[in-house]
């Protein structure tokens, strides 16, 4: 517990009254008045009840009045809703944001539950959301700005006010610009579901550096987002973040037929939303394949459950290529239109031939932004130009597998070029190295490709994945395989398969004055949605010819429209020289820096050394990899700036100011969508002096610009935060087209759910563009790209990110799903004889509910799955404390023994502890080092090629009879100073800060 | 808290040509079995290894440390010792008070604090013992430091001269650019672009950092000038006392 400190003045907080607190309000006479607990227990009851089609129904058919009081009354299982004030809002438990309904008392939240309106959650809330009122009302709250008032470490505190901590904080960024230029900042940001994502990459670009982190980005998600982007400009197969919307629809539009859930727990990870949507499809007959090491519960429900040796996926993805193509299983006119595998590809360069290369007469009579390739014609038996149109209008009938020779030298199709990469990695070859069943994998396979009910063209299947892939160095090749699979099948842009577009997906213009007209989509490659390139003329646009993309650098029309290149020389430079983009270029996608790189740089001040740091959000010694390696270099930086609603580890270790930030309950924002609608996360109370997310920094960059004479260094616009809670709820009653914020904030049932219309389409690829062919997909070849060769150009350049001027280049980046064998391989290690892999589990999200008690005491410590094999082999029995060691440092966990994992797996979730950093404790710490698996994790080389992702799992460890560390609580009734006290219900609903 | 760097030596560069090991394999020290053992008592090194890392805890407050170990060799008053550290310039980027940076080299062993009575006699425990708090403030005159030996050892360890010849040693390839920083800050206090216009395009400039030719910006002379004691930030960048005395011996 921190001690705050006014001035010179310790004065006691309001935890210190613990005693008191006690006595008024206990544990289990909290439950009585905030309907938490009951809430908690019937979680299952909720989820499971939610599953019956004609409850579903019946919550459908009521007005939202109706049914929130049916379900407030069936949910809670507890109290009615008389007298209570009712708000709809959305959770923030995690990145799905369910629609929920907040029920308020005096002012206070006292009650909260899912909203039944909601198309895929149905009024279900999972144990992360009902938590809020824990995290909300905790005696952890920072509810003020706060000063570091001893060494970092000694979580000492002083209370300043606004005005200070905002000009201390510009005075330190101020002040490092000057004296070392503006490279010496850095930002960063949580994981997903943060909500700082946009405000952390812009806030660095306002004040000209290029240096930002996220501890997931290349470790979760952004190499499967990226990679989408780059195969097809579209969605990718995420389960976890909201891409994969198709298979979630109502079940008479539902035409999902088999579901591929490969790395992802949605049960566990998203349990209202995606968890609840799949036990839904698994009701109604649905078929599932689970490839994940762990018995997760959507394992233990899956048709096939191929239990993986992690970091071996790519080995596995391979096996069902070569299955697939050896039993002529793959949806063959789909391949042959409208993939690139039959182009043929230069051996030299490893690119597509374009067809005037071969064919020095050849005039394309497609639009110079739609090139022709060249393949094996079947209908000449010659090596022929392969021009874009209808599968139907195709003047040549291509091979997919082809080799040969023309003019002299041997050219494979890309197709070729799979074909071999797979064919080691038969039934038997993938059983054995992944740890598999060779009958599993091939039923598996069968499942997916309907082989034995008529095949990929009548039936659908879709694959959908998860976080785990990014953790490793394959984090470009898996999804990169992972979606060549759907794309050999034809699984795109069906009724049924999870890639999908949606809405206009790009297609269409709305330009025309004669309404919406289908074009040639382009994609946008710099920021979410590309949104740099045209707002700062970086970026070659996938679509346009090198012309026109020489044109669109230069800000003339060109047909994608035109980018503003006012400020494109500082723009580009800052991709030049962020850290660690000359070997990963992928990060260029999100604008962030390779995090490995940056802490080096950090440490050795080379290139430059990055010194004032503002983190928007979350435990960063929890978050990042290896986090030893991240503690050592805090001694490195000046000045630490830190914004979140409670303190954690990296708060008391480094923190210099700390702004405090608004729960979920007290923010307005527009949260994800369900399907084709939207939500509003309500400001249902507000308590302290806390603000919206992006507010703090909004606030310091205006100072900074004072303080440097009125001007900032960087890019404008630069940062994209508002300044204010009043510009952020104009702009929210913009979107839901309100009156005003209160007509939007008490009159919700009138605006929500924004319903995006025409949000499901499909084939959109084949309908007639403006220029008469095929709309066709935003990649240069106008196809699906699944051997992606923009890959290779990415290494050479940086293309089509660092544009105009260009990077470095690299060693070639795999533009095919390649074998990789984890850094660590078990095999042969007798030193470290387990492999350890980490996922999630349903009581937290990334590093948040640690301080929720109740959290706690479902899940009180750190666990590590074992298999009893392997526990009997090391004397460990169920619930025995143990320690795990890796070749970066030793954690401590109790011993879960189940059958769910290999006898040579061991499985974790991320802990810290912040107990122990509790005033209780003897001897204080920082809570990261006792439980938390990053301290174990690998963050150097090898990384993954295109994103530098490092490994967060599938590394070798070793395990050990241990005892529990001292300042871990494991007992219920050792959470209570974390229960919500009567005094920080009582806080007073305050105004608007800034 | 338990303090992993403890014992340890200082992060310090890694460059050139160590490829793939980034140096974070270095044996875990993450056990908190081990942070839950006895203090045993510590040897001098591990003592004079405890301050240094207390003195580079925080980087904004490192070189006042070292100015306030040296300023103590004979005993300062409180007082004397605050207005002596609210004049040095890299005082305005303090993140902490100065009572509080001496306290903190008082509890690292670097000073001693010593209390005085009116006489100038030393106030011992030994003659606090059974007096109350209002006695003892009625007893105690005056607050004073004064560097201990192992604060003295610090203080002689960690010279500008030490430093700066580390530096140079250990990047002989940047010594004549380091020179020239020095000459150039030496005509006028410098901006930092003005010190990217001279280094700009300079051999110096491109360094291996873990495997990588980069090009160093020129903050990157800078930092590791003022980390040496050589120059100093106050609005601009100049020589310090230290500094011009070792660019006069360098150009002499």
Redesign the interface.
Known sequence: MRTQVRGEQAIPRQTRKKGNMTKELTRRNFVKVSALAGAVSAIGASLAGCMSPQVAEEENATTSEEASSTSAETSSGTSSTDGLVRMRTSCHGCIQMCPAIAYLKDGVVVRLEGDPEAPVSRGSLCVKGLNQLHTMYSPRRVLHPLKRAGERGENKWEVISWDQAIDEAAQAIADSIEQYGPYSFMASVGGGGAYSFMEAMTLPMALGSPTVIEPGCAQCYLPRWSMSKLFYGGNDQSIADNAVQEIFRPKEDNKAEVVVIWAAQPSVSETAESGRGMAELRSWGVKTIVVDPNFSPDAVHADVWLPVRPGTDTKLCLCWFRYIFENKLYNEPFTKYWTNLPFLIDPDTKLPVKAEELFPDFKQSTPENTPAYVCFDLKTNEVAPFEYSAPEDSKVDPEIFWEGEFNGKTYKTAGQIYKEEADPWTLEATAEDCWLQADKIEEAIRLYAHADDGGPIEHVSGICNGVALDMTESASQIPCGLMGLDSIMGYINRPGATMTQYGSGGYFSESSSDGPAATRPYTFHNGFGGMFSPMYGIGAVSGLSDAQNEAWAKGEETPAGKADVSQQELANQLLIDRLGMKDHKGLYAWCHSHIPTVRNAIATGEPYKPRVWFDMSGNKLAMLGNAKSWYEVIPELDFIICQYPMLTSFQVEAADIVFPLREWLEEPMVNMCQLDTQWLQNECTHIGETVSHSIPAAQVLKKVAEKLGGELPGLKPGYLGDDSEQTIKDGLVETFGAKDWEDLSTNTDNYVPLVTPNYFNYNQHEITADDGLPVGFGTESRKIETYMQILLRMSRDGFPFCYPKPQEACEDYSPICKAIEPAESPNGDEEYPFVLTSGRLPYFHHGTMRHAPYSRELFPCAEVRINPAAAKDLGIEHMDWVKVTSRRGEIHARAYLTEGVNPRVVWMERFWNPECFDESQKQQTGGWQECNVNVLTKNDAPFNEVYGSYTNRGFTVKIEKSTKPDNIWVEPEEFEPFMPTAETKAEARTEDVF | ?????EGRP??????ADEE???G??DP??????A??QEETALTFEEQFAHLL?VI?????NSEIMHKTLKYCTEERLLADVEREIASFPEF??A?QNQY?MVS?LVKAGGLDFIERDEAGNLVTPERKAGLTEDEIDELVATWSYRTTELGNAAVADRTPFARFAELVDYTAERKSAYIDVLKFVAEAPR???EV?ALLEGRPEMQ?M??G?M???????F???LGRAGVLV?DGK?RLTQEGEEILAELTS
């Open positions: 808290m338990p303090d992993m760097l200082p992060v310090e560069s890694a460059y793939v090991d980034n974070f394999a875990a020290q993450t056990d908190v079995d942070d839950n890392n580079s805890k925080h980087p904004l305005s980027r993140t509080h903190t901006s930092i672009k990217e360094a950092v873990y990588r980069e090009t160093l910006k020129a903050s990157v800078v930092d590791k930030w960048w």
